[in-house]
């Protein structure tokens, strides 16, 4: 890796990879460990009107289909965001104050849709089976029932007056709205300024390109009931 300032630090990781020593996920098994796989919406907003998975539970090899309602009849909670991190100069606070008028909407997510659908490729319904091609051949087996909303592709979109409703407690899909710095200094630097320059700085959707998916491996150990 060249670091731009006429040095280099040398990978080490090239030999064992190149000479298929690598380990991942997929190499981690235990004794008849069984698979699951994840059955994904079609659309990006939708009510969900109900989930048959009667026909998949029958097929060969299938252990379980899980869906919205297992998990909650399970007492398990969703899955918090924590999108308000501390402030970067005063880490006792967090980064957006509601007493400073911030609107702030950060709601915890269920991993599996319960209702509703609000992003494309939404988790519907979880097949665990004995093989991954058996979970795979019977997810395609549940039957979801779709009552398709509009959706929009682009965030200004989403933003624009009479958008689709992703989230009841975020009017107008706006997540944050917050402002910070002294008001008054910076109105006061604009009105004695010789020039003015107003632009806008969209920022596209980041996503890391792991070489593999999320991946885990558990299992039950009976001496200490983990």
Same mark, same amino acid.
């Given at each position: 890796?060249?670091?731009?300032?006429?040095?280099?630090?040398? !990978?080490?990781?090239? #030999?064992? *990879?190149?000479?298929?020593?690598?380990?991942?996920?997929? =190499?981690?098994?235990?004794?008849?460990?069984?698979?699951?796989?994840?059955? !994904?919406?079609? %659309?990006? %907003?939708?009510?969900?009107?109900?989930?048959?998975?009667?026909?998949?539970?029958?097929?060969?090899?299938?252990?379980?289909?899980?869906?919205?309602?297992?998990?909650?009849?399970?007492?398990?909670?969703?899955?918090?965001?924590?999108?308000?991190?501390?402030?970067? $100069?005063?880490?006792?606070?967090?980064? #957006?104050?509601?007493?400073?008028?911030? !609107?702030? #909407? =950060?709601?915890?997510?269920?991993?599996?849709?319960?209702?509703?659908?609000?992003?494309?490729?939404?988790? $519907?319904?979880?097949?665990? +089976?004995?093989?991954?091609?058996?979970?795979?051949?019977?997810?395609?087996?549940?039957?979801?029932?779709?009552?398709?909303?509009?959706? +929009?592709?682009?965030?200004?979109?989403? /933003?624009?007056?009479?958008?689709?409703?992703? @989230?009841?407690?975020?009017?107008?899909?706006? &997540? *944050?709205?917050?402002?910070?710095? =002294?008001?008054?200094?910076?109105?006061?630097?604009?009105?004695?300024?010789?020039? /003015?320059?107003?632009?806008?700085?969209? $920022?596209?959707?980041?996503?890391? &390109?792991?070489?593999?998916?999320?991946?885990? $491996?558990? @299992? %039950?150990?009976?001496?200490?009931?983990?």
């Amino acid at each position: 890796m060249n670091t731009g300032i006429g040095a280099s630090v040398r !990978r080490t990781e090239d #030999f064992r *990879l190149l000479t298929g020593r690598g380990r991942y996920s997929d =190499d981690k098994n235990q004794p008849g460990q069984a698979y699951a796989f994840m059955l !994904r919406s079609p %659309h990006a %907003h939708a009510i969900i009107t109900s989930i048959d998975t009667v026909a998949a539970e029958n097929m060969q090899g299938v252990l379980a289909i899980l869906t919205a309602r297992d998990y909650d009849d399970d007492g398990l909670k969703p899955i918090p965001h924590g999108a308000n991190n501390n402030d970067a $100069v005063n880490p006792k606070i967090q980064a #957006f104050l509601e007493s400073e008028g911030a !609107r702030i #909407f =950060d709601m915890a997510q269920p991993p599996l849709a319960r209702d509703k659908i609000r992003f494309g490729g939404e988790g $519907v319904a979880l097949v665990v +089976a004995e093989t991954l091609s058996q979970a795979r051949d019977a997810a395609e087996h549940v039957t979801v029932e779709y009552d398709p909303l509009p959706a +929009a592709g682009h965030v200004m979109d989403a /933003i624009a007056p009479g958008a689709a409703q992703i @989230w009841d407690g975020a009017p107008g899909n706006i &997540c *944050l709205d917050a402002t910070k710095g =002294d008001r008054a200094a910076a109105e006061a630097a604009f009105a004695g300024a010789a020039h /003015i320059v107003e632009m806008e700085l969209p $920022v596209t959707r980041v996503a890391n &390109c792991q070489m593999e998916p999320r991946a885990a $491996v558990a @299992w %039950h150990d009976a001496d200490t009931g983990r």
